[in-house]
């Protein structure tokens, strides 16, 4: 069983960052793959970036790749998503997912967390 807590977000203008964090509890942390997916108002849940448990196992949307970057530090149970250069359509709740493999569908991850609202201003 995995349970995991989103922070981090916030209100941003346009061109500024913002790094959240994905909070792990489960002694097998380091065995599941993480992806992070955000959901604007009115549309589906959709894949930002995911890794396994080697920083070479990473995957992008094309729409996010070379702004956003996907770490994690598995001794603090913990997975980040940086995200630079910020757009008012990366506007969304931002979920991160755990799941014994890699994905990049929201029905591919069993753990999910609450959320964290990314507003990006214009």
């Known amino acids: 069983q995995v349970q995991l807590v989103e922070s981090g977000g916030g209100l941003v203008q346009a061109g500024g960052s913002l790094r959240l964090s994905c909070a792990a509890s489960?002694?097998?942390?380091?065995?599941?793959?993480m992806g992070w997916f955000r959901q604007a108002p009115g549309k589906e849940r959709e894949f930002v970036a995911a890794?396994?448990?080697?920083?070479?196992?990473?995957s992008y949307a094309d729409s996010v790749k070379g702004r956003f970057t996907i770490s994690r530090d598995n001794a603090k149970n913990t997975v980040y998503l940086q995200m630079n250069s910020l757009k008012p359509e990366d506007t969304a709740v931002y979920y991160c997912?755990?799941?014994?493999?890699?994905?990049?569908?929201?029905?591919?991850?069993?753990?999910w967390g609450q959320g964290t609202q990314v507003t990006v201003s214009s």
């Open positions: 890794m396994f448990w080697s920083a070479d196992s990473t």
């Open positions: 489960g002694r097998t942390f380091r065995l599941y793959a």
């Open positions: 997912a755990a799941d014994v493999r890699i994905g990049t569908v929201p029905s591919e991850y069993d753990y």
